[in-house]
């Protein structure tokens, strides 16, 4: 079974939230970048909430026949990134997020509203 970009983007969006990810946003790259079609940017609030994040992202993912190409970051849970392909997931420690502020270096893809 396939699974489209906006699927897999709503089913680690729901992961997430899933687990108390705070201040989710989902980023619309297509159109703007060929490294995928969505980023999701969240943090977490403790490295353990951090890995937990990331880890039912990648279940979920699995769970639906989506093959993870790479997981990098789980080792300290600062910033861990989850690549799914079409979708990738930064998953940061709340003192990291404001820090690194990747939304900004993607000024040009427009925010997708979830309802």
């Known amino acids: 079974m396939s699974v489209t970009p906006d699927e897999l983007m709503a089913l680690a969006v729901d992961a997430a939230e899933d687990k108390k990810a705070m201040n989710v ?17 969240c943090h977490g609030n403790s490295e353990t909430q951090v890995q937990a994040i990331a880890t039912e992202v990648r279940k979920r993912a ?41 939304e900004r270096l993607w000024t040009d893809a427009k925010v997708v509203e979830r309802v």
């Not at 946003?25 to 940017?41: C, E, H, K, P």
């Not at 769970?63 to 799914?84: C, I, K, S």
């Open 25 to 41: 946003v989902t980023l619309n790259l297509q159109g703007v970048s060929l490294i995928a079609d969505y980023f999701i940017i």
């Open 62 to 102: 699995e769970e639906r026949g989506v093959q993870m190409r790479g997981l990098e970051g789980m080792d300290t849970a600062r910033w861990v990134l989850v690549d799914l392909g079409d979708v990738v997931v930064h998953v940061f420690h709340r003192d990291d997020r404001e820090f690194y502020n990747i």
